[in-house]
């Protein structure tokens, strides 16, 4: 059976409750099965259940962070910037990176996940883009003093393994909020950097505006931004494609679609391959439990968009 891996093995939590109830997606032993099954390159998550008396490691908790600053970008969109401790910062730097937030005086099922904006480890900021869509982020646009976060998670993105270590050239595609984690892959020095080489960016500042984007995003080459309109056509003008096919012929190149999943659809068919896009479903623990972001594969195995390395 094919194994997806997880996203969060040998990361803080692991062992989770994944393992507690025989359901790891990493460690065959703990699934029922035995050592011979296991392709696990890291730190045994077997023998650390065992040293940890045959439970989980304790799950992320909620932390309380105030709110340094809020910065406005039209009616319906905001961002937060909390003051975090450079530990979590330095966790929130990575592509992919999300958490789970809501306002201090609503119930937890108010959480709601958000991709990470910007981290800042060494001044010790958390930036969130949050922008009205319903109740929850409704409830967290209200807050004014404090919010509370937990994280951090690393699954927001998907193709993530799928990436050119040694690229010709790479194609982003960008519409809205949705376009949160590039400033992770922008920060992230070389680690990141040599999957973005010859850059084309193709953004639709639709509900978000070019304020935020110079804010966020305005140290990037001028002649590698080009700005469209996805919903009259700018997706699928020739320039876009004839840009896309062009690179696709010279040799290997890296796609991202940071969109909805109607434009990421759009993009994949186009492209004729997997492409990292975020990640679809309704994250809502995060942990691999509720089921909320759960779909079945071609074989019937139940797949946790939360946990699974799609």
Request: glycine share 10%; aromatic share 10%.
């Amino acid at each position: 059976m094919k194994n997806n891996g997880c996203i969060d093995a040998g990361r803080e939590g692991c062992p989770c409750a994944l393992a507690e109830y025989g359901k790891c997606l990493v460690c065959s032993k703990l699934r029922g099965g035995s050592c011979e099954d296991c392709n696990w390159q890291g730190s045994c998550i077997y023998t650390l259940y065992q040293q940890n008396a045959r439970k989980l490691v304790k799950a992320r908790q909620d932390k309380t962070y105030e709110i340094a600053e809020i910065k406005q970008y039209g009616e319906n969109f905001k961002v937060f910037v909390l003051k975090a401790d450079k530990g979590f910062c330095q966790k929130a730097q990575t592509a992919g990176a999300y958490v789970f937030v809501r306002a201090s005086e609503s119930e937890e099922w108010y959480g709601m996940p958000v991709s990470v904006l910007k981290a800042e480890p060494e001044k010790e900021r958390l930036h969130l883009g949050v922008s009205s869509c319903g109740p929850k982020s409704g409830s967290l646009l209200a807050a004014e003093k404090i919010l509370c976060v937990r994280g951090v998670y690393y699954n927001a993105l998907s193709g993530m393994g799928g990436l050119d270590a040694e690229p010709e050239g790479s194609l982003i595609y960008a519409k809205g909020i949705a376009m949160a984690p590039l400033r992770n892959f922008l920060d992230g020095g070389t680690r990141y950097s040599k999957w973005l080489k010859n850059m084309n960016l193709y953004v639709d500042l639709d509900k978000v505006g070019f304020d935020f984007f110079k804010d966020y995003f305005g140290d990037l080459p001028v002649d590698s931004i080009h700005v469209k309109d996805f919903a009259s056509g700018g997706l699928e003008s020739a320039e876009v494609l004839n840009n896309m096919e062009q690179m696709a012929q010279t040799g290997k190149i890296n796609i991202l679609s940071l969109t909805s999943p109607y434009y990421a659809d759009k993009v994949e068919t186009s492209a004729g391959k997997k492409i990292v896009r975020p990640t679809s479903g309704n994250m809502c623990c995060g942990e691999g439990v509720c089921g909320a972001c759960t779909y079945d594969d071609e074989t019937g195995k139940t797949i946790h968009r939360c946990k699974a390395r799609i």
